[in-house]
């Protein structure tokens, strides 16, 4: 079964509102979770890098007023898309990394479309 | 700057064994992860490597070669349903995930 859960795994709002996905790791805590943007048949690209108890640290080019990750506990991230508009429609991946860093689980994506 | 290559496609016959390999250039090295992706969904775990040497794992391996910078996945009697893409991915000094682009993989009956 997963061990990483991420919801919802689809949704669709409408341009100028905002959503908000959840990224919980089932049965271990995880310190570090990261967040992945995936356009159709293109690699994975990092947006952040969500450090429990302290703030995300964002790739080069990604906006964090945008983008809002909090990861309040050791098992779950949220990223909230604000003031969405058609573009920012794509996959959205989590992963969480184990204490020991030796394993880093991916989420079930979330695909979000933006109308 | 870090890179990892992977080829873009590669094709190989139902039952038959196939070898992706990864070529990785970065900044430290902290172990190299293989995943499966099929379309449309999120990426699966299949192995991690951190010392040179090959790890079974059922129908899949992978080796690592760290001084070549250099992993290969190992898929023995392929399936229709290994038909996915693969993506290496490399942990640097920092401990950041870098992606290869990614292998698909057809697999014809």
């Known amino acids: 079964g997963a061990v990483v859960s991420q919801h919802p795994s689809r949704v669709i709002c409408k341009s100028g509102t905002s959503v908000k996905i959840e990224c919980r790791s089932l049965d271990f805590q995880a310190t570090t979770m990261f967040w992945y943007r995936q356009f159709p048949k293109q690699s994975l690209m990092l947006m952040a890098t969500s450090n429990e108890g302290s703030k995300a640290t964002y790739e080069q080019g990604v906006e964090k007023d945008k983008f809002l990750i909090n990861h309040a506990s050791l098992t779950l991230s949220t990223l909230t898309v604000t003031s969405a508009h058609p573009e920012d429609s794509s996959f959205y991946i989590c992963s969480a990394r184990t204490l020991s860093g030796n394993t880093i689980y991916f989420g079930e994506g979330s695909w979000l479309t933006v109308v | 700057g870090q890179n990892i290559d992977q080829p873009t496609e590669m094709t190989a016959t139902e039952g038959a064994i196939v070898q992706i390999n990864c070529t990785y250039q970065?900044?430290?090295?902290?172990?190299l992860f293989w995943y499966q992706q099929h379309a449309g969904e999120a990426p699966t775990f299949l192995s991690y490597n951190v010392l040179d040497g090959l790890e079974e794992k059922g129908r899949f391996s992978s080796f690592l070669s760290r001084s070549k910078g250099y992993s290969y996945l190992l898929l023995k009697e392929l399936q229709m349903k290994d038909s996915a893409s693969y993506l290496c991915a490399v942990k640097d000094s920092n401990y950041q995930l870098i992606w290869g682009a990614g292998t698909k993989l057809i697999i014809k009956p």
């Open positions: 970065t900044s430290g090295f902290n172990g």
